[in-house]
Nanobody, 124 residues
Framework: QVQLVESGGGLVQAGDSLRVYCAASGRTSSIYAMAWFRQAPGKEREFVAATTWSNGVTDYADSAKGRFTVSRDIAKSTMYLHMNNLKPKDTAVYYC?????????????????WGKGALVTVSS
């Protein structure tokens, strides 16, 4: 079992930066990749960014490229999402997810564990 806990969400203004965190615990040695998803009010959950756990290979949704950076600290079992130049359309609950052993459809949300989410609100 892997447990995921997000933190770092909050209320910011358009143009601000914010970093959200995902702390993993339990059988972290089984993690193959971790990802961020988000769900805006009234919309479906969507893929934002991902990183492989062992070697840090990253992947981004088009909406995140150039503004968001995903990274991880293996020693701290923590994944980060640093968000720059935030826009009101980035307002959403940001979820952390983990895939163990492999990631056949990470972008599609085929993961093994989910966190409970962290709310990010961007005001105009």
């Amino acid at each position: 079992q892997v447990q995921l806990v997000e933190s770092g969400g909050g209320l910011v203004q358009a143009g601000d930066s914010l970093r959200v965190y995902c702390a993993a615990s339990g059988r972290t040695s089984s993690i193959y990749a971790m990802a961020w998803f988000r769900q805006a009010p009234g919309k479906e959950r969507e893929f934002v960014a991902a990183t492989t756990w062992s070697n840090g290979v990253t992947d981004y949704a088009d909406s995140a490229k150039g503004r968001f950076t995903v990274s991880r600290d293996i020693a701290k079992s923590t994944m980060y999402l640093h968000m720059n130049n935030l826009k009101p359309k980035d307002t959403a609950v940001y979820y952390c997810a983990a895939a163990v052993n492999n990631a056949t459809n990470l972008r599609g949300g085929l993961v093994d564990y989910w966190g409970k989410g962290a709310l990010v609100t961007v005001s105009s």
